[in-house]
């Protein structure tokens, strides 16, 4: 590497080692490291971790397209074996019939809808006989600042994706449902995998807020764990409707166990079908403990309407269990 050009990276580079190294497994940097072995350290870490999510990578077509061709060819993720998970804007563009899904050595396998998430704007595609694995799972705890690569389908010159680099910025945007990253995203990554340093999947790539446009630096992924948790629905078929409690919380702390305080019920909503009143605190939902109004909006951000869900309360200090049957979110168009 170039002298000056090492030196010119090293603000960056120096900064980044030792998280780099450490994220990808690595030995820890020195603490003092030469600023042209911090930039060569990095320049071997993110074309490893591309190397390694490859394989789990996919381009998504119509089968009346000419391979050479791949024009409107989107990516799409393979999350179990067969099925390949995507940005549903992806489908809509050309339609859900007559699609291919084209894996990192050319081999092209028919594909067709399976399911529809309506909440995390994806879609899932069954593809028997694709032979592509599925992608690795990176640990579920994200944490802001975590060093991260968007990844599109595998190019046809050497069977791998394009890639840009960046950092996790925040999690649970959009009521739970969505990381935010800075690496830039483009309709070359759309529905690809944003991975760790390793090459693990943390989640599919969703397409930004229209209002920012392309490579503004504010993108999102929906979190692996969500897309697995509705999984077994959209390969059954199902088509997952954002659900709504019909309720509102207070935004007043109640310490530490009080759980969330109800602050209005609508009278028509699934809260008041299930007798959950104003003054209530809801401790646990579906499972989980809501101990603040960021544990609550990660309980929620999985339901789907129509799903039965149980909450624990106190109500004048007595505790109780119910069961709430989710509804769908207004506003919320069936697709077609």
């Not at 649970?172 to 690809?192: C, I, K, T």
């Not at 790539?205 to 692996?224: E, K, T």
């Not at 997952?240 to 028509?268: K, Q, T, Y």
């Amino acid at each position: 590497m170039n002298r000056r050009r090492a030196l010119a990276l090293s603000p960056l580079a120096i900064g980044l080692l030792a998280v780099a190294r450490t994220q990808a497994g690595g030995p820890a940097a020195p603490a003092r490291p030469d600023p042209s072995e911090a930039a060569l350290a990095l320049a071997e870490v993110l074309p490893e971790a591309v190397r390694r999510a490859a394989p789990h990578l996919v381009l998504i077509r119509p089968r009346s397209e000419a391979r050479s061709a791949r024009r409107r060819g989107r990516s799409g993720v393979v999350v179990a074996r067969g099925v390949v998970v995507t940005c549903a804007r992806n489908v809509d563009a050309f339609g859900v019939d007559d699609l291919v899904v084209e894996d990192a050595r050319g081999h092209a396998t028919p594909a067709r809808l399976r399911g529809r998430d309506l909440r995390l704007r994806l879609v899932a595609l069954e593809a028997d006989g694709l032979d592509a694995p599925p992608a690795p799972r990176a640990p579920l705890r994200r944490v802001p600042g975590s060093l991260v690569l968007a990844l599109g389908a595998p190019l046809r010159t050497e069977g791998l994706p394009s890639a840009t680099f960046g950092i996790l910025s925040a999690t649970d945007r959009f009521a739970g449902r969505a990381d935010q990253v800075d690496a830039a995203l483009d309709p070359s990554n759309l529905g690809g995998a944003l991975v760790d340093l390793r090459g693990r999947l943390l989640g599919v790539v969703v397409h930004p807020d229209p209002r920012l446009g392309w490579r503004s630096g504010v993108g999102f992924a929906i979190p692996s764990h969500l897309i697995d948790a509705a999984l077994p629905l959209l390969r059954a078929g199902a088509e997952l409707a954002p659900g709504d409690l019909g309720l509102a919380l207070s935004r007043v702390a109640g310490g530490p166990g009080a759980g969330v305080e109800v602050a209005r019920v609508d009278p028509e909503g699934p809260a008041a079908s299930a007798g959950l009143r104003p003054g209530d605190r809801i401790l646990r939902l579906g499972g989980r403990a809501t101990p603040g109004l960021r544990a609550f909006r990660r309980a929620t951000a999985p339901l789907y309407a129509g799903q039965r869900v149980e909450l624990l309360l106190r109500r004048a200090g007595q505790t109780r269990l119910v069961e709430l049957v989710v509804g769908r979110a207004k506003g919320t168009a069936q697709a077609h």
